[in-house]
């Protein structure tokens, strides 16, 4: 579904990041985000079979350089998010195409300060359920384990030589694979991509009955 004449632009606009040359290859662009666009709607489609999804957010390739070290005026690379939806479902879906640097993402990128704290509640009371999704032997030979900003230190109001303390010092929860442009360039690609967004569900359904209840279990 990801044609090789998109990866071929992303790698050139890489390459040539600059306003001059993208007004002159603006017609590839229009392709490519149409092509990135349309596999991020088919994705969604596949993906919602198993899933409630709530909506689907794609992103275009003009950066924002406000806040940027980076001015360089575009991105080198197209993608789109899902967020799951109603209140019981929660964390999102991410997938990121460029060329040499592929990948897919789920979990929990910015939990407000009550979520994360909720969520380092139940790692201190009992961390052994989270514990064992994610060191699971398929879901780490799918996702090498759990990806996210960490504090050097305990969080405040838990103890340094707590037994979950390298749950605790998380600040984000995230899951993520890799793919080559090869696995890209496959006619199975799509599938392979909604695959790996299901092998997600065990962590985000974990994560959702946290943050949809108390400390005594109870729903909230």
């Known amino acids: 579904m990801i044609k090789k004449a998109t990866l071929n632009f992303l790698n050139d606009v890489g390459e040539n990041n600059n306003r001059e040359w993208f007004a002159e290859h603006k017609e590839r662009y229009l392709a490519a985000k149409e092509n990135v666009d349309e596999f991020g709607e088919i994705v969604f489609e596949k993906l919602s079979k198993t899933d409630v999804l709530e909506k689907l957010k794609l992103y275009r390739i003009y950066k924002d350089v406000r806040f ?27 997938f990121h195409i460029e060329s040499g ?91 392979k991509v909604v695959e790996t967004f299901q092998a997600m569900r065990p962590f985000l359904d974990y994560m959702s009955v946290v943050l949809t209840t108390d400390e005594n279990g109870e729903e909230v």
């Open 68 to 94: 940027s070290k980076e001015k360089i005026p575009y991105n080198r690379h197209l993608g789109g998010r899902m967020v799951r939806a109603m209140k019981y479902r929660r964390g999102g879906y991410y």
């Open 101 to 191: 640097n592929t990948f897919v993402v789920g979990g929990f990128w910015r939990p407000s300060k009550e979520d994360l704290l909720r969520i380092r509640q139940e790692f201190a009371v009992d961390a052994n359920a989270f514990w064992k999704i994610i060191n699971d032997e398929e879901f780490l030979q799918c996702f090498g384990g759990l990806k996210g900003e960490q504090l050097k230190t305990a969080p405040k109001g838990f103890p340094k030589d707590h037994e979950a303390i390298d749950l605790l010092r998380y600040k984000q929860f995230m899951v993520r694979h890799n793919f080559t442009d090869a696995e890209v360039d496959s006619p199975d690609f799509v599938n």
